[in-house]
């Protein structure tokens, strides 16, 4: 079982910058490969970012590939989401999530298995 923790959510200014942080627990976290997701109200949830166990492999969904970068310290457990130009869309509750596949990063809700209780964003116009 692996219990993750988000935080360094808040309001901000479009144009602004956040950075969010997952720390998690379990002894198998640098082997998983770690996921951003989020959910606006009356969305689903979607994906955002990925990253693989050992950080050299990083997949970003197109609404925020070059102002968001993902990236983990294994020897922390902990994955983090830089998230820079932040636009009003980019509100939301963004969640981590650890997937216990070997493989490439997934973008699919339903193949992470652990998730996080969600931190907000939200970036005012």
């Known amino acids: 079982q692996v219990q993750m923790d988000e935080s360094g959510g808040g309001l901000v200014q479009a144009g602004g910058s956040l950075r969010l942080s997952c720390a998690a627990s379990?002894?198998?976290?640098?082997?998983?490969?770690m996921g951003w997701f989020r959910q606006a109200p009356g969305k689903e949830r979607e994906f955002v970012a990925a990253?693989?166990?050992?950080?050299?492999?990083?997949y970003y969904a197109d609404s925020v590939k070059g102002r968001f970068t993902i990236s983990r310290d294994n020897a922390k457990n902990t994955v983090y989401l830089q998230m820079n130009s932040l636009k009003p869309e980019d509100t939301a509750v963004y969640y981590c999530?650890?997937?216990?596949?070997?493989?490439?990063?997934?973008?699919?809700?339903?193949?992470?298995?652990?998730w996080g209780q969600g931190t907000q964003v939200t970036v005012s116009s």
């Open positions: 999530a650890a997937d216990r596949r070997t493989g490439p990063p997934s973008v699919v809700v339903s193949e992470y298995d652990y």
């Open positions: 990253i693989s166990w050992s950080g050299s492999k990083t």
């Open positions: 379990g002894r198998s976290f640098s082997s998983y490969v």
